[in-house]
């Protein structure tokens, strides 16, 4: 997949504001706060919201423990306009790997089948409709991979089933997150060893993120319980771009000043630590990965 074809090509040599500009540093300072770029929502529950990523978000996400070797040499499937990018584009690149680039059109089970053969890709993320897609069709397909990674929706056990049948040394890697939080936040793997028998979890925070389940008050819930998720740590996004009032509804601040997103999902704590997803607060149900 190539970058997006410009309406209109411009000559510095010969734009008149091009030329005049200065050749020197235009002296604009940036620090780990400032935003490192500004990503959309959906816009499914209503108008699309930009998020404000920071620079210090970014590197958080990419410096994770949870990126191994595994993720030297990306296939990137998403559009660069998707949160997923961020996986995609900034983990191999800060990290001395790869990213290889899809070619234009719907992903199909031929192209990744060629592409993860012919690139040596070692790692990739589908949505969960993709991922179902691919293991009713051909389970085997992510066979040449260590990792692939997958979410954005309700993950089908049996789908994660039939893929590590066909692929017993590929680990599928359950990603849960939101575009506030600077793509991917929490995560469980699944081995052809340890399978899923049940609902695929959440999982657990990934590096440098805390996970509270909190009632009305902010009242934290007692495990087993269902209480809201609310995140906190280095990867919260500094708001929604130009618009302070939803910034200050969903970014809020505990009792002893941790600032905190909410997310609007329920979940709950299970005996081993894990999160279970049990649904979103309100009315808002997620049809083919989008908020309606």
């Known amino acids: 997949r190539g970058l997006p074809r410009a309406g209109e090509v411009v000559e510095p040599a010969t734009d008149p504001a091009v030329a005049a500009a200065p050749a020197t540093d235009p002296g604009v300072a940036c620090g780990p706060d400032a935003v490192a770029y500004v990503i959309h929502t959906s816009g499914s529950t209503g108008a699309p919201k930009g998020v404000e990523v920071t620079h210090r978000g970014v ?10 070797e595994a993720h030297r040499r990306i296939l990137s499937l998403a559009p660069y306009a998707f949160g997923v990018s961020t996986y995609e584009i900034w983990v191999p ?26 690139e040596s890709i070692t790692a990739l993320h589908v ?10 069709e051909a389970p085997d397909v992510f066979a040449p ?5 997958t979410g954005g929706d309700v993950i089908a056990p049996t789908a994660v089933r039939r893929v590590l049948d066909a692929c ?8 849960y997150g939101a575009t506030e939080l600077t793509a991917f936040a929490a995560h469980t793997t699944m081995t052809a060893a340890c399978p899923p028998d049940g609902p695929v979890p959440v999982g657990r925070p990934m590096d440098g993120l805390e996970f509270r389940l909190l009632g009305p008050g902010l009242v934290p819930v007692p495990d087993g319980e269902t209480g809201e998720l609310y995140v906190a740590g ?35 704590r299970t005996a081993d630590g894990q999160l279970e997803f049990a649904g979103r607060v309100g009315d808002q149900v997620k049809i083919r990965g989008y908020l309606v």
């Open 93 to 118: 690149l800060l990290r001395g790997g790869r990213v290889v680039l899809a070619p234009p059109g719907e992903p199909d089970v031929a192209t990744v089948r060629r592409l993860l053969a012919d």
């Open 145 to 149: 991979v260590r990792e692939v990674l």
């Open 127 to 136: 949505t969960a409709g993709l991922f179902r897609v691919f293991a009713q």
């Open 168 to 175: 017993p040394d590929t680990v599928v890697r359950a990603m």
């Open 234 to 268: 280095d990867r919260l996004a500094r708001g929604y771009h130009h618009d302070t009032a939803l910034t200050d509804e969903r970014f809020v601040t505990d009792p002893a000043g941790t600032r905190m997103y909410r997310t609007g999902d329920l979940m709950r």
């Open 59 to 68: 590197l958080a996400f990419t410096a994770d423990s949870s990126w191994s």
